[in-house]
């Protein structure tokens, strides 16, 4: 890097993702043209080279959804499994080898819908693999169908009246299920999303950081924000650090968008650790 | 959600002056068009007006001289299309 590049606090990284994209891939990426999905491979990258873990040593965990493609694309352990199970096979792998880096890329609808049950499990035995749930309010993959996540009154291609039913918060649901990292962040703030990751999957324990994500094709374009721009305005304008006053009730309060970790636990006991004590007090037993 | 018309509009002035002198070496930045889908965003987001769509949308670099090297562009394109050529 020339010293005036220096001075002007150029990063060194516009090419890092580069690096990690697997050679035998057909690119470009299945994507439509702005998705937010491919803004959070990069962050990922970012976040892994920056910790310095060998590609080898991190298994990317996925369902189906147009974001669980995301591990197709990276050159890391991969894991592609059946709509909303990626928690129930990264259980297995982590279980397995607890020495692995396991992280899952999942969607709202992948990971809410379908995948509900092994979140609130995986939460509750907090066992250490890091979910990165790209939430973009509807099904994408399958044209826009009502998802978990779609807010009260939004639109999809299954309530084109307007949706009627109430949104799940992730992260809180995270909480009360025991989850000991959660996070929120949108694909507007990268550099906060570079953090979030890097923090999370330094985290000892099950970790979720939520990513706010752009579905212009359906969620945008059935709502009145058909550009990714749009969006990413919406979500500049809609994040803050602070937490939701309950108070407020106002429409602008309402759909404000927390950002940053919500909840950090580093006392909480890690599964695969408690699982080694126990394995290793018996072998104690037996021996003596 | 549905109140939000606007866009994130294109910068057509630089905020602050580039340290860096372009004027001998490379492009602040390449655009890989086998890859660039044209969405816009690093046109919309570069805050110093550096990039402008050509004919079939895709970005190229108007005005090298602004260029800050923030990473904005790189950071935000999701299909892997921008580098720096200054590291
Ligand atoms: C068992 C099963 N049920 C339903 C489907 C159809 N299906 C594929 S992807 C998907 C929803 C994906 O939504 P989300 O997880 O939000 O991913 P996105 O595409 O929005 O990133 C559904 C219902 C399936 N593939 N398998
Ligand atoms: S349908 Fe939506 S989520 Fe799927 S690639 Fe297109 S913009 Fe992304
Ligand atoms: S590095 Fe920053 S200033 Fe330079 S083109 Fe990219 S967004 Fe614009
Ligand atoms: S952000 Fe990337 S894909 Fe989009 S127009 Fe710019 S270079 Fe092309
Ligand atoms: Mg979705």
Redesign the pocket.
Known sequence: MSIAAKEAGARQDSDVVLRYLRPHVKFPNMWCPGCG?GVVATSLIRAIDKLGIPRDNVVLVS??????RMPVYLDFQALHT???RALAFATGVKFSRPDLKVIVI??????L??GGNHLIHACRRNIDITTIL???Y?????GG?T?PTTPAGAHATTTPFGNTEKQFEACDLARGAGASFIARTTVYHTTQMDRLIMEAIQHRGFSLVEVISN?HTYYGRLNRVGQATQLLRMFQEKASTQPKDPNMVDEDSKDMIQTGIIHRDTEKTELCDEYQKLTDSLAKGKSS | MNNSSSVIEPKTRPIRKSKIDYSQGPAPVSVNPAWCKACNICVALCPQGVLEPDAEGKPVVAHADNCIQCGACWAHCPDFAITSNYK
């Open positions: 999905n369902g189906i959804g147009c974001s669980s059946t709509h909303g999942t969607g709202d609808g992948d990971c819908s379908i790209i939430n973009n509807i099904y994408g993959m399958t169908q998802s579905c």
